[in-house]
């Protein structure tokens, strides 16, 4: 399922006239795999020892190419760094307020909530975003010890 989602991502990139390097393709891969939402400074962090010349620009550069051909969405909460998400389907993201960890969940009843704004308001909705916020697992067994 991986390696699909990496040749489908790849083909997309092509089909937009983007050359795959072999940086690129570990960001991506990186970001499919990881699923943890991560910010630009940890992809470059995972990487470099991969790809000792690469640099955090290199990250950032790429991810801004990704984001053009619409694979990758940046998440942005108001803290200091965006976290990248790989687009692979519309999903929504609870977060934790203590950690900061990002998890996605789906929904198919919400995307009724676009019809709804659209009637109510008259607006032509183009997409719509829901954070949910609450403390994780992990952090909520800390704070009971």
């Given at each position: 399922?991986t390696e ?15 050359r795959i390097?072999p940086?690129?393709?570990a ?6 795999v990881?699923m943890s939402h991560?910010?630009a400074?940890e992809?470059y962090k995972a990487l470099e020892g ?8 290199t990250?950032?550069?790429n ?6 051909a619409?694979?990758?969405?940046e998440l ?8 990248f998400?790989f687009a692979?389907?519309?999903h929504?993201?609870c977060i ?5 960890k990002?998890v996605?969940?789906?929904?198919p009843?919400l995307d ?9 308001t008259g607006?032509?909705v183009?997409k719509?975003r ?12 800390e704070?009971q010890?």
């Amino acid at each position: 399922m991986t390696e699909e989602r990496i040749k489908e991502a790849i083909n997309t990139l092509k089909e937009a006239g983007v050359r795959i390097t072999p940086q690129r393709h570990a960001i991506l891969e990186y970001l499919i795999v990881s699923m943890s939402h991560p910010t630009a400074d940890e992809i470059y962090k995972a990487l470099e020892g991969k790809f000792p010349n690469m640099s955090v620009a290199t990250v950032y550069n790429n991810l801004r190419v990704f984001k053009k051909a619409g694979l990758v969405k940046e998440l942005t909460y108001g803290d200091s760094s965006s976290r990248f998400d790989f687009a692979t389907s519309d999903h929504y993201h609870c977060i934790c307020n203590s950690c900061g960890k990002i998890v996605d969940f789906h929904y198919p009843g919400l995307d009724e909530v676009e019809t709804l704004a659209e009637h109510v308001t008259g607006f032509r909705v183009g997409k719509h975003r829901m954070e949910v916020y609450g403390i994780c697992p992990e952090c909520q067994k800390e704070k009971q010890h």
